[in-house]
């Protein structure tokens, strides 16, 4: 049976086989956490995601796949990068923002990852909102997480507010 759990913290601090990066499709980072991984990860990331896009992603990777990199100086073995889709009201993404963690986890069963570390994608600036992301990422972690050995699944939530929309999704109480 799989753990799924969440915390409040750092992502770039988590002590797991796999970190889950919410990525840009470029690779070549940016903000938020894309910006905290590659930062606190090293120039090693980086490399990988040159190679990547020198080589199989040269239009960058599409929005909800997933392709992994070392971790460079994270406390993790792999990054996954996934990239979320942007929030609007004039087309149901849903799908795509589900995908972004069935992929993430197909990746992690491939290189034999236990425990893996996912943020709250597509939150940040592609303005998911807090609860339906919950939601749907708890939903598809929870699926998907049947079909493969994972010992624990952790959503890392860097705010309160994401802490508790997950707490909610999950059906646990936040206090």
Known sequence: MTDITRVLGDITEQHVDAVVNAANS????????????????GPEILAECRRLRASRYGRGLPTGQA????AGRLPARWVIHTVGPVHTE????SAL???CYR???????????????????STGVYRWPLADAARIAVRAVRETSRAGDFTELRFVLFDPRAYEAFGEALGEATA
């Open 26 to 41: 470029s690779l070549l980072g940016g903000g938020g956490v894309d910006g905290a991984i590659h930062r606190r990860g």
């Open 90 to 93: 004039e087309e149901d993404r």
């Open 103 to 121: 992929e993430s986890l197909r990746v992690a069963a491939e290189l034999g990852a236990a425990t893996v570390a996912f943020p709250a994608v």
């Open 67 to 70: 392709v992994a990199t070392t």
């Open 97 to 99: 923002l589900a995908s």
